[in-house]
Structure formats: structure tokens, C-alpha cells
RNA sequence: UGUCCCGUGGUGUAACUGGUUAACACGUCUGACUCUGGAUCAGAAGAGUCUAGGUUCGAGUCCUAGCGGGACAGCCA
């Protein structure tokens, strides 16, 4: 999809950054709009990072801006490329195009040092000896001011010296540090004398050995944006304390100022969005890595079988403001069914086979009767469905003992086979010892075929099937959602674990699909009808053997009813 | 108990920047239609905008005070 889509693919409501956004365009301050995406790569991106990339990626499409992809990798002690290649992947995959504008915030270490010696001289910034504990000790408390450092006022041919000699290598790490001289009596915690870099002996992912002192994130951050003259800085809540550091940088610098504006970052019910618990359930094999299809990972969600189209539509619905907010996950699940219910190509599945028998069928017959693919989109056309004598229905469509409004079969009852004929049910098969019901015996009406409109028989419900010999074995993976609580992380005293839901993967491995699905490849979706939508897994499946991931259930009313009743 | 931010139906977001009976989406509930108990269509319930004062002809929007929630004391981002 184009980037000339996406910008018509939706109807963008307002909301207070655009409404900044169309101020500064109106009073001439800004000719166009460029913003950015900056991703630290210590970790997969998660649907929260996708609600930021929509807004970066997507303002800068409605306003003919751009939008710059910076890695934010100032810590090699916690990035890998590995991270680098994965949120690439999911940028793309989600379908924003970056251009050459791929950056990284290491790209400016040459000129972030030179930005330093320019706050040294200007006697805005010193060398300090302190330990990082001591540090934290005279740094004050969010009521009490914090002391100033003895090294506080130290020459400028000294913290030269000495930040020369740092960047060299000559200390250890943790014995030197840079800090910005601002006011450690300020309300604002930030303002305590920031320290602008640390040492740290490692290698960086990109710049190898070249550095031994590498910047912190907010002396990085507002001067990548400065250099790549971003007019809009979007980032979330927890960064408002600061701005004030932000602009003091770049004020002191004497740089291009971009704006920084903060947002809510994205809460989802039933899940969490914490890099590091999402970690932890990885370590924890409590999932089946960072792509799990129950992880609200993009990855996971890809795996699962969401499509782009859906996320970018669902994170256009979440709006944007600066509130704390937890979005229903049955907005999320909305937002596929709708994108699917026009593109997948309906088939018939079922999941937990009860045999049946039409008895008055010719033994060796197989017709073949016409299917349509999407009853949404008659150019997707129709299929051949083959049926014969003995079928398979879903168990949950009989009930020897029909509760009350039950539309399927039962004892004596008629139903319709989904573009087949009217059947009704003459005799339970059971197991002798377990009374389980093992088959079903029933006849049809031969004039009661699809379409051809040669009976007025009617049936009060429709029921999906396959015919046995046809029909070929899968599995099929339901996933609900990861926790049985709305609020897994709400809990006080109680670890988030502790409400991951037991049942949120059911691995069916004896599922019998229509033969059309047999070449079925990953990533295909699919809607199985009646049951939901279902995607080809890209992890289990095998040449010709495809497993099934089911995204979302379609809507249920049975199910409703059936749970009133109760 | 410091600074900053935020309080609008169950959830989320709007409200022409001070102007009618507070809108939209999801969810919920009816009903219609249907060879998917899907989709679609029609409709309903649900908030008087955290509280109390004030300004004003008029306040969700402005002011004051309170209450509630969140962020900040990494050499993480």
C-alpha cells in the first residue's frame, strides 16, 4: 500500500497536535511538518509503539511532511541489531516508508562531543568526580533541594582537560562524569545538574570501540532532533518533567529548537505493554517468544494474523490526547473483523468433528456444490465444495437436549448444511460405555438444494460441515486473551503473572478442514464460517500442512444468549 | 508534602475556541433481513462534563479554592 493510501484510508479526527501542528503552519512558523519515530532498540515493538509510529508516520503523510526513523542508541549495554532489524520489519511491515531517512542517534557522536565542549566553555557544564552515589545523595529529594557538587566549579581548562582525557579512555567507568551546571535547587528533579555523559567501556552495536563515553538521553535526544531539524518532537507523558531540559539545551546551544509535545502512551485491557514484564514472560516461557500470537507485539499480532490496515485503523480510533487511558481490547478485535470481513475468503472448518451419516444418500456420490468466497465482495468468486455421504459437523451444532432458542440439530430436528441441503436428525449414535454421542444418523431433502430455489422448506438455522473422506486433518490454535483480568498490572502486592489466563492458548489438533485449504500458505487468512477469522502460522505449519491461528472469534450472539440463559 | 500534567456516558475521543436539547466510535440492548446466530439496516438505553464558589445574557470551555489520578529523586530511554 502507498503512502498516498494510508493518507486517504481513513478519516483523521482532530486532536490537539494537529491542531498545534495547523497553528504553526498558519502563523508561518513552519513551512512543513518533519517528525520522527525514535525507537531505543533494546526490544521488540510492542501495539503501544504502533499507536507513535501511526502518529509520527501519519502526520507527516497528511501534512506532505516527513518523518525520520532514528534509533535512539546512546546504551550499548542494552542494544542489539538484532532489535535494529526487528523494528525496521514492523515499521515496514505496518506500511510507512522512511525513505533514506534512517538515523541513529550515534551518528552524532562527533557533533554531540562538540556540542559539549561549546557548554563547557560557556561554563555550562563541568567534569564532576562524585560517585554515582553520591550523586543520587546530594541530588535532594522531589521536596528538599539537592547540594551542589564540590567539583561544581572547576576551571574551564580543567573540565577540558579532563573531558578530553575521559573521551580517551583513561578512566574507569563510573570515576568521571559530565554534567550540565542548571540549578540543583530547581523544583524540577531534572534540572539538578543532569549528567550529559557517562563512561562506559563497551562496544556499541555501530560505532564499535570508537567511543568510551557515550550520551545520556536527554542531552541526545533534543540535539538529534535539532540536527535533523525535526519541528514537532512527539513523545509520551512520562518525558513532560523534561521539556524544561530540553529546551535549556538547546536554548544554551543556540541550535534549532524543535517542540517537544507529550502525549498518553497506549494502555490495552487484558494485556500489559511493559518492555521489560513482556521480557519476562518470554524468560519465563510463559509464551512462545516475543512473537507469540498472544503478545500484543507487533510481531505477534503479525503472527497471529492481524493486518496492517487494521492497526493503523485502530490507532487512528484510540485518538490521541493527554489523558491516561486504557482502550477495550474489543475495540482492537473490531477493528480486524472489520478489514477481514471485506478480504478473507470464507471457508468451512470444523473444529471439533461429530460424524455424521445421511443415509439416504448414494454410498459412493460425491457432488460438488458451489461455495461463495465472500458474500462481501462478489469478485472474489466461488468455489467447488465437494459433498458426500458421511460429513462431519461441529459438535457444539447438536444437542441431544436442545435449550430454548437453539437454531441447530437435535433429535428429530432439521437444519440446513451451509450451501448443501436440509437434513434432519433420526438417530444418536452412542458409545455404549460413555454415552457419549459418536455419530449421527440423519436423512436429506434432495429438493432442498442451494439455490436451486425447487423447495419451500425452510430451515430455522444454517450449520457448516465437510465431508469426511474430502476432508483433511489440522491443527488449529485458539488464543484468548493473555490474562483473565482487565488490569493484570492493577493488583497491588500482586505479581502480574498470577493472572495470565490458563486457557489463553487451546491447541485443537484433529480439526477437519475443506480440501481448498490444503495449499494454504503462511499468513493467508481466512474466515471459517461461524467460527472466525484464522491466519496460516508461520512458525508450525509445513508444506502442505498447514496450522491455524485463530485472530478473533466473529461476533456471537448464540453465545450471549446462551450465557443468559445460564 | 515540591514542580509539572490530567479529570466529559462502561471504554476512548470530540464539541466551530464562551453560544441551542454535549457529538462520534467501540461496547451494551431491541427489532428487521439473511442459506454464516456473521455482515448489513433501523432504533434504544446510557454523561449534564470531579466538587464548590465566581465572572458572564450565556461556562465542558475563563478565574479561585478544594478533591482525585499520574509523572519525576538511573551514570536507563
Known amino acids: 500500500m502507498s503512502q498516498e493510501e494510508i493518507k486517504n484510508e481513513s478519516k483523521k479526527p482532530t486532536n490537539f497536535i494537529r491542531e498545534i501542528i495547523d497553528e504553526d503552519l498558519k502563523s508561518g512558523k513552519h513551512k512543513t511538518v518533519h517528525t520522527r519515530f525514535p525507537p531505543e532498540p533494546n526490544g521488540y515493538l510492542h501495539i503501544g509503539h504502533a499507536k507513535s509510529i501511526c502518529l509520527n508516520f501519519g502526520l507527516a503523510i497528511d501534512y506532505n511532511g516527513k518523518c525520520n526513523l532514528r534509533f535512539d542508541d546512546t546504551n550499548p549495554t542494552k542494544e542489539e541489531q538484532e532489535y535494529v532489524d526487528s523494528i525496521k520489519e514492523d515499521v515496514r511491515w505496518l506500511g510507512f516508508n522512511w525513505e533514506d531517512r534512517e538515523y541513529y542517534a550515534s551518528d552524532y557522536f562527533e557533533q554531540l562531543y562538540e556540542y559539549a565542549l561549546k557548554l563547557i566553555k560557556k561554563g555550562k557544564a563541568y567534569i564532576d568526580s562524585l560517585t554515582a552515589e553520591q550523586i543520587r545523595e546530594t541530588r535532594g529529594t522531589p521536596t528538599e533541594a539537592g547540594k551542589e557538587s564540590p567539583f561544581r566549579d572547576r576551571s574551564v581548562e580543567e573540565n577540558l582537560d579532563l573531558f578530553e582525557r575521559m573521551k580517551n579512555g583513561e578512566f574507569k567507568e563510573g570515576e568521571l562524569v559530565l554534567r550540565a551546571k542548571i540549578d540543583m535547587a530547581s523544583p524540577n528533579l531534572n534540572m539538578r545538574d543532569p549528567v550529559m555523559y557517562r563512561i562506559l567501556h563497551k562496544a556499541h552495536h555501530r560505532t564499535g570501540n570508537k567511543w568510551c563515553i557515550y550520551p545520556m538521553y536527554d542531552w541526545a535526544h533534543g540535539q538529534s532532533d535539532s540536527i535533523e531539524r525535526i519541528t514537532h518532537s512527539l513523545c509520551t507523558l512520562e518525558f513532560e518533567n523534561h521539556r524544561p531540559l530540553y529546551d535549556w539545551f538547546v536554548q544554551e546551544l543556540e541550535i534549532y529548537p524543535p517542540r517537544q509535545i507529550e502525549f498518553a502512551r497506549l494502555n490495552l485491557s487484558y494485556t500489559i505493554m511493559s518492555k521489560r514484564k513482556l521480557l519476562s514472560l518470554v524468560e519465563g516461557k510463559y509464551v512462545d517468544g516475543w512473537d507469540d500470537p498472544r503478545m500484543p507485539t507487533i510481531s505477534g499480532l503479525r503472527r497471529r494474523g492481524f493486518t496492517p490496515e487494521s492497526i493503523r485503523n485502530f490507532s487512528e480510533r484510540v485518538g490521541m490526547a493527554k489523558r491516561e487511558n486504557t482502550i477495550d481490547v474489543s475495540l482492537l478485535e473490531f ?232
Request: glycine share 4%.
Open 335 to 566: 477493528s480486524v473483523r472489520e478489514d477481514l470481513n471485506l478480504k478473507a475468503k470464507r471457508v468451512m472448518a470444523v473444529l471439533n468433528p461429530l460424524k455424521i451419516v445421511i443415509t439416504n444418500y448414494p454410498d459412493d456420490q460425491t457432488e460438488d456444490l458451489e461455495a461463495v468466497n465472500n458474500p462481501e465482495d462478489a469478485s472474489m468468486g466461488t468455489r467447488l465444495v465437494p459433498f458426500s455421504k458421511e460429513l462431519f459437523i461441529d459438535k457444539d451444532d447438536f444437542k441431544e437436549v436442545p435449550p430454548p432458542k437453539f437454531h441447530r440439530l437435535s433429535p428429530g430436528k432439521e437444519v440446513r448444511l451451509r450451501y448443501a441441503y436440509i437434513i434432519r436428525c433420526d438417530e444418536v449414535v452412542k458409545n455404549e460405555k460413555s454415552g457419549e454421542v459418536i455419530e449421527l444418523h440423519c436423512t436429506y431433502f434432495p429438493d432442498t438444494k442451494s439455490g436451486t430455489g425447487t423447495s419451500s422448506k425452510k430451515a430455522k438455522g444454517t450449520i457448516h460441515w465437510v465431508s469426511a473422506k474430502h476432508a483433511f486433518d489440522a491443527e488449529v490454535r485458539l488464543y484468548d486473551r493473555l490474562f483473565s483480568v482487565a488490569d493484570p498490572e492493577g493488583e497491588e502486592g500482586k505479581d502480574f503473572t498470577e493472572f495470565l489466563n490458563p486457557n489463553s492458548l487451546e491447541i485443537q489438533r484433529h480439526c477437519k478442514l475443506e480440501p481448498s485449504l490444503k495449499t494454504a500458505k503462511p499468513i493467508e487468512k481466512f474466515q471459517f464460517e461461524r467460527t472466525g477469522y484464522f491466519c496460516v502460522d508461520t512458525k508450525y505449519s509445513k508444506e502442505s500442512s498447514p496450522v491455524f491461528n485463530r485472530i478473533v472469534t466473529l461476533r456471537d450472539s448464540w453465545s450471549k444468549i446462551e450465557q443468559a440463559s445460564k
